[in-house]
């Protein structure tokens, strides 16, 4: 079983920017498509951001297109997700996911072993 553990949260003003790193170990995440989601105070977990197995292939959802990039660096059985021009509405607990399938999904079925999460709050 993967160890998934997230790092880089933090406290910043609408406008900035952060980047969260998602560390595995216990297996390799080479074979691994991976993900972003977050939950909201008050509301349900949410798909943010995906990646199939090779870095190759990405998808967002529509709220964070053109602001977030997720990346991944299998070397160091790390994947990334730089997030610019944070607002508000960005806040949120983070948690990145792995699934024992190479190609990327949307649904949090689908992923198997999942981090702690990492908190993001963005003041106005």
């Known amino acids: 079983q993967v160890l998934l553990v997230e790092s880089g949260g933090g406290l910043v003003q609408a406008g900035g920017s952060l980047r969260l790193s998602c560390a595995g170990s216990?297996?390799?995440?080479?074979?691994?498509?991976m993900g972003w989601f977050r939950r909201a105070p008050g509301k349900e977990r949410e798909f943010v951001a995906a990646?199939?197995?090779?870095?190759?292939?990405?998808y967002y959802a529509g709220s964070v297109k053109g602001r977030f990039t997720i990346s991944r660096d299998n070397a160091k059985n790390t994947m990334y997700l730089q997030m610019n021009s944070l607002k508000p509405e960005d806040t949120a607990v983070y948690y990145c996911?792995?699934?024992?399938?190479?190609?990327?999904?949307?649904?949090?079925?689908?992923?198997?072993?999942w981090g702690q999460g990492a908190q993001v709050t963005v003041s106005s």
């Open positions: 216990g297996r390799t995440l080479s074979t691994s498509a």
């Open positions: 990646i199939d197995w090779s870095g190759g292939s990405t």
């Open positions: 996911a792995a699934r024992r399938d190479v190609s990327l999904s949307t649904r949090d079925a689908d992923f198997g072993a």
